[in-house]
């Protein structure tokens, strides 16, 4: 398989680590070891007497236990656990997808949701938000474009870049389709959680369809990152045999001390999401006001959930020389919105972490020397 660099992941690792101010990663504010460890004691302990041996290539019974407490309808039989999400998107696809299948994939998106399909050699069909509807998707587009030999639609739910959400009867009728035509949905779940107002969440692809497949991870509101562990809820147990068969070929098994800081992890999630939540919606009212402010130059879609925004400049200006001007003169690193395909005047930005409000100040500087005159 051959297939193009993640521009995504190159672009924040020539800068990440050296930027001083970081404005455009998708986690949240991460726990100590400590931190978590004082959490539960039962946890603690077993850390303590845990043996750094290998573990069920499937993933340690008790952490699939943990995770499917997050569904109401997926067992523990029905979890995989992964080396991070990215693991997942590698070997689901793998697992399922041939040359010649047809893909539906919403667009933008997180570059290996469409480059794995075409790497496969899979018909790719971009299936593209409308930034002028509040970044909406067309259900009649979806309708339209199905084929005959149209295997699977990709989804990621909420969405990264734009924070977008997707209503109950949008997944609903999506669903009915996909079964209607037979179709497998996948759908990356790792923003889920993250919902402003917990009553638009929507229920988990895979609790509400055989042929859906859910994905999630430790990294995003839970902001547990470096543990490097993800799952997929998948109830086709032939797909699961597969699935399990490849990672063979990747990771064979995840850490055994972070599949138990992970279980520790979800376990206490109401005490760690409600932290984390907490400074995103507070870095939420920040931004509103800095929009507001500067909206003769910035126009701003506001998100529905998630730590992360798709903003996009007023001014002439192309986006990637913006980006490289603000890092190089205040320091402050966004997301030039190329890595997410033809978007030269959006970039994205990351409000998960307790810095904000002194990034915020830094990127109000470079406006006040640079563009008002």
Not at 66 to 76: D, F
Not at 182 to 190: G, K, M
Not at 273 to 285: E, Y
Not at 316 to 326: E, G, H, Y
């Amino acid at each position: 398989m051959k297939i193009r660099e993640l521009e995504l992941e190159r672009y924040l690792a020539k800068y990440e680590f050296l930027a001083p101010y970081i404005f455009c990663t998708s986690d949240s504010e991460s726990f100590e070891i400590n931190q978590l460890l004082e959490m539960d004691v039962e946890y603690s302990e077993k850390l303590k007497k845990l043996k750094l041996s290998y573990v069920d290539p499937q993933g340690s019974e008790y952490l699939r236990e943990e995770i499917s407490s997050l569904y109401s309808n997926v067992s523990s039989e029905e979890i995989v656990i992964l080396s991070g999400a990215a693991e997942g998107i590698f070997v689901i696809m793998n697992a399922l997808l041939e040359k010649g299948d047809h893909v539906i994939v919403q667009w933008p998106c997180y570059q290996p949701l469409y480059e794995i399909p075409a790497a496969i050699g899979c018909q790719v069909t971009k299936w593209e938000m409308e930034e002028n509807s509040k970044w909406e998707l067309d259900l009649d587009f979806f309708r339209d474009n199905i084929k005959n030999n149209t295997k699977m639609v990709i989804i990621n739910n909420p969405h990264n870049p734009t924070g977008y959400l997707f209503s109950t009867e949008f997944v609903t009728q999506l669903v009915n389709i996909a079964k209607e035509k037979n179709i497998w949905i996948f759908s990356d779940e790792v923003y889920r959680f993250s919902e402003y107002d917990e009553k638009n969440r929507t229920s988990a692809i895979s609790d509400i369809y055989d042929k859906g497949i859910s994905l999630g991870a430790m990294s995003k509101v839970f902001g547990l990152g470096g543990l490097r562990i993800g799952w997929a809820s998948i109830k086709d147990k032939e797909v699961m045999r597969k699935v399990i068969s490849f990672k063979d070929y990747t990771t064979i098994c995840c850490s055994s001390t972070s599949e138990m800081i992970s279980a520790l992890a979800i376990r206490n999630r109401n005490q760690i999401i409600k932290r984390n939540m907490h400074i995103i919606k507070a870095n939420l009212d920040l931004l509103d006001d800095f929009f507001k402010k500067y909206n003769h130059l910035l126009e701003w879609v506001r998100p529905k959930a998630t730590a992360i925004g798709f903003p996009k400049i007023k001014f002439d200006m192309d986006i990637k020389d913006f980006s490289n001007d603000l890092l190089e003169k205040k320091g402050v690193l966004i997301l030039p919105g190329y890595v997410f395909g033809d978007y030269n005047k959006n970039f994205r930005i990351g409000f998960g972490k307790l810095n904000t409000k002194e990034v915020l100040k830094k990127f109000e500087e470079y406006i006040s020397e640079n563009l008002i005159k």
